[in-house]
């Protein structure tokens, strides 16, 4: 089995920083796309960012310029840096992952339980 856990989540104050760690374990022979994704109260959850196994990343118009997300691929981490926090970025964030157990499976995507991060003064 694969096991996906998120750290870091907490209370921060509007212009903060806030940092989230994900940590994969378990069965994993590779590791292709990780990335976050949050769901704030009444909304539906969205992308905010990813980072392919080569390092390529893509994020959300409302996080451009303000979040970094990274990978440790030796460590089957990643991290989301998260600065100039606004209210609206208020919400369960969750980080997911594509994973190839063994070689020749196909990757399958496995999630994380989230973690809450609330901006507010």
């Known amino acids: 089995q694969v096991h996906l856990e998120e750290s870091g989540g907490g209370l921060v104050q509007p212009g903060g920083s806030l940092s989230l760690s994900c940590a994969a374990s378990?069965?994993?022979?590779?590791?292709?796309?990780m990335g976050w994704y949050r769901q704030g109260p009444g909304k539906q959850r969205e992308l905010v960012a990813v980072?392919?196994?080569?390092?390529?990343?893509n994020y959300a118009d409302s996080v451009k310029g303000r979040f970094t997300i990274s990978r440790d691929n030796a460590k089957n981490t990643v991290s989301l840096q998260m600065s100039s926090l606004k209210p609206e970025d208020t919400a369960v964030y969750c980080c997911n992952a594509g994973v190839r157990r063994h070689l020749g499976d196909a990757y399958e995507v496995y999630w994380g339980q989230g973690t809450q991060v609330t901006v507010s003064s």
């Open positions: 378990g069965s994993i022979f590779s590791i292709n796309a």
């Open positions: 980072i392919e196994g080569n390092g390529r990343t």
